[in-house]
């Protein structure tokens, strides 16, 4: 099946800095998900964005579908920042959605 | 709009006691229904997925069973639950009928076995 990779494991910013994380993916994909996982666990929808370029305030991401890679661009961290942060993605006939392990980004005020 | 519940929101369970976890989708219909689990640590595993109502795939050999009596209802099982099965799960739903298409997931149930 379709290796995820997520890197960096984990980060740690002072407040205000700004990071990238990226997510590199082994095969073509139908479906490309940014997710943060907030500390009660709840998963929260960044992006839907199999290609192509999206911004939502301090957030943006870009896939480079051709080169396998995403990346997700956090601007002006705050410490509501925190969490893990998942790439996932659906690759050929799969239905479902295949994770990274994630980054631990930890906002520091 | 789409809103997913899952309940109970937390449960400790002894071993080999049966477990009946259950997902709900409100605002649409006909969705494709998912269970994943987070163990300790970071990744998300799928579990099974339902394209519609009866219709089980499993993904992982294991003490667990998925059923779906209802269109937008999805129940996770056990019959005798393992100290494995310990872990965060996750429901998700998805618009049915498409590959491409956007995975929304609930608040989860944290279970731990004792």
């Known amino acids: 099946g379709i290796q995820v990779e997520q890197s960096p494991p984990d980060l740690i910013l002072q407040e205000g800095a700004n990071s990238t994380l990226r997510c590199n993916f082994s095969?073509?994909?139908?479906?490309l998900q940014w997710f943060h996982q907030n500390p009660w666990g709840q998963l929260i929808n960044l992006f839907y964005i199999p290609s192509g370029t999206k911004q939502n305030g301090r957030l943006s991401a870009t896939t480079v579908a051709t080169e396998r890679y995403s990346l997700l661009y956090i601007s002006s961290s705050q410490t509501t920042d925190s969490g893990v942060y998942f790439c996932a993605v659906v690759s050929g006939s799969a239905r479902q959605l295949t994770f990274g392990s994630g980054t631990q980004l930890t906002v520091l005020p | 709009s789409q809103t997913i519940h899952q309940w109970p929101a937390t449960l400790v369970q002894p071993v080999g006691s049966p477990l009946s976890l259950e997902c709900t989708v409100e605002?649409?219909?006909?969705?494709?229904l998912y269970w994943y689990r987070q163990a300790a640590g970071r990744g998300l595993q799928l579990l099974f997925y339902?394209?519609?109502?009866?219709?089980i795939s499993s993904e992982v050999p294991q003490n667990l069973s998925a059923s779906r009596p209802q269109d937008r209802q999805f129940i996770l099982s056990s019959k005798k639950l393992l100290l494995s099965d310990s872990g965060f799960y996750l429901c998700?739903?998805?618009?049915?009928?498409?590959?491409?298409?956007?995975?929304?997931f609930g608040p989860g149930t944290r279970l731990t076995v004792l």
């Open positions: 095969d073509s994909v139908n479906n």
């Open positions: 998700a739903w998805s618009v049915g009928f498409s590959l491409e298409n956007e995975q929304f």
């Open positions: 339902s394209v519609g109502i009866g219709q």
């Open positions: 605002g649409t219909s006909n969705p494709n």
